[in-house]
């Protein structure tokens, strides 16, 4: 009989577990860094302020994002590369911001920015092997500038790890642009598993499983509409999850209905999964916003903590999901998409 693997509730974390329970010092370590937070948190963006966004033209959205923090790094914004741009600028000086106040041995930092660090690899990767553009790089985010980048691609050794692993994987295999996609993405999620064990916050290792869980079963998904064989699964999953990859991998020769089914006692059915028994598999956006979504019910869940990594995990990841949505509404403004289409793709606000 297969394994089922373990289930995750939405707040596993706050569950009552002794041997979660983190020693009081390490709990108060980030009390400095709670306050500072809540001092800021007064320029969250609200569902009426969105709302407001949504309905206004393009120039009067600029207008109103100058109530909220990242509003003086769009002024005079007028094309997609400037909204990029100031975006960007926005969330290097945020994370810059957050260096003065995050306490000393804090891998909090890390966990966000290796994102940056991975795409930026992504980005130079494609363009060694396949001839990409790299307009993509993404300056001034991440932890290793794109120099360092560079030379590790011609001397992985000067990287860390994981970084250095990364690279040796993706370059000594002769791989497609979709499988460099895939390793980098796995040993990007592997990495942020880890830091979150680190850590020691169990609310960053439940994010971190259930963030493993959702790419692993959106690959899942993608490999079956395009007919991939069980091979390319085996090496683009990634490991830590609720959900065995065993489990998936034994899924993925059935019908899409029967997958959607084993799966329904999951967290993830519900709004995620029962949309695929629906719906066409079409690029999956909408279970990119849904994936999304899920998490941010996750962290959510941090209001209940009043002290520790929690609250500052929260503050970050609305500060980044805020970025995303008002470069989604903006980008529709710039072309001419109705309102009402925008609003479908929004992701959920931390705040509403």
Request: proline share 3%; hydrophobic share 40%.
């Amino acid at each position: 009989m297969r394994s089922r693997g373990k289930e995750i509730g939405t707040l596993d974390f706050l569950q009552v577990n002794m041997r979660r329970i983190r020693p009081f010092h390490q709990v108060l370590k980030y009390g400095s860094a709670v306050g500072r937070v809540r001092a800021l948190e007064t320029r969250y963006i609200d569902s009426s302020r969105l709302e407001r966004l949504i309905d206004a033209d393009y120039a009067t959205s600029l207008e109103i994002l100058d109530e909220v923090a990242m509003g003086d790094y769009l002024k005079g914004a007028e094309s997609p590369s400037e909204v990029d741009a100031g975006l960007a600028r926005f969330l290097a000086d945020f994370y810059r911001s957050l260096e003065e106040f995050l306490p000393s041995g804090s891998l909090l930092l890390d966990f966000f920015s290796c994102r940056y660090d991975f795409h930026n690899l992504k980005v130079l990767l494609r363009e060694v092997l396949f001839g990409r553009d790299r307009s993509g790089l993404l300056h001034g985010l991440g932890r290793m500038g794109p120099d360092l980048l560079e030379r590790g691609l011609e001397k992985p050794s000067a990287l860390p790890s994981p970084y250095r692993e990364t690279l040796e994987e993706a370059l000594g295999k002769g791989l497609t642009p979709q499988e460099v996609d895939t390793v980098l993405d796995r040993h990007y999620l592997a990495w942020r598993l880890s830091l979150a064990r680190r850590e020691g916050s169990p609310f960053l290792v439940d994010f971190a499983r259930a963030s493993i869980d959702l790419a692993n079963m959106k690959v899942m998904v993608r490999a079956k509409a395009m007919g991939k064989p069980q091979s390319f699964l085996e090496t683009a999953m990634a490991e830590g999850g609720f959900i065995d990859t065993s489990r998936l991998l034994g899924l993925y020769g059935e019908a899409r209905e029967a997958m959607i089914k084993d799966l329904e006692n999951t967290a993830y059915y519900r709004g995620l999964l029962e949309m695929l028994e629906q719906e066409e598999i079409t690029g999956l956006a909408e279970f990119d916003r849904r994936s999304d979504d899920h998490l941010m019910e996750l962290v959510r869940g941090t209001k209940r903590v009043s002290v520790g990594v929690e609250p500052i995990f929260a503050f970050i990841h609305s500060r980044e999901n805020e970025v995303t949505v008002v470069r989604t509404v903006l980008m529709a403004k710039l072309m001419g998409l109705p309102g009402e289409e925008t609003e479908r793709t929004l992701r959920k606000l931390f705040r509403e």
